[in-house]
């Protein structure tokens, strides 16, 4: 299940138990409707090991200025509160669960 990530709930959530596979995005962008049932679909398969979240760029903005995000869609990968790893762009279903496995 993916969780509405926020500026008010994201720090709790990075520094969570479970790894965060964080994507944001936002309504307008068409790559992000591309990835958008793949990040859906994965979060469904690691439910209860990875936390997933979406987090719109646009109301969330000092996230996204915190993170550096200028390319949308950008799926961050955080491990032990920390970003490990980072997807810009759409790509392969597969790509995407190489970099939730690793995050095991």
């Known amino acids: 299940m993916e969780i509405q990530i926020t500026n008010e709930?994201?720090?709790s959530l990075k520094k969570?138990?479970?790894?965060?596979v964080v994507d944001f995005w936002a309504t307008?962008?068409?790559?992000?409707?591309?990835?958008?049932?793949?990040?859906?679909?994965?979060?469904?398969?690691y439910d209860g090991k990875i936390?997933?979240?979406?987090?719109?760029?646009e109301e969330n903005d000092d996230l996204a200025a915190e993170y550096g995000i200028r390319n949308?869609?950008?799926i961050l990968f955080i491990k032990n509160g920390q970003v490990v790893?980072?997807?810009?762009?759409?790509?392969s279903k597969a790509k995407f669960e190489e970099?939730?496995?690793?995050?095991l």
Do not use: Q, S, Y
Request: glycine share 8%; proline share 8%; with cysteine.
């Open 16 to 20: 969570g138990d479970m790894p965060l």
């Open 9 to 11: 709930n994201f720090e």
């Open 99 to 103: 970099k939730f496995e690793a995050l």
């Open 51 to 57: 936390n997933v979240g979406k987090c719109d760029v």
């Open 28 to 45: 307008w962008c068409g790559p992000c409707r591309m990835v958008a049932p793949i990040i859906t679909e994965l979060a469904e398969k």
């Open 85 to 91: 790893d980072k997807i810009v762009g759409a790509t």
């Open 72 to 74: 949308i869609p950008t």
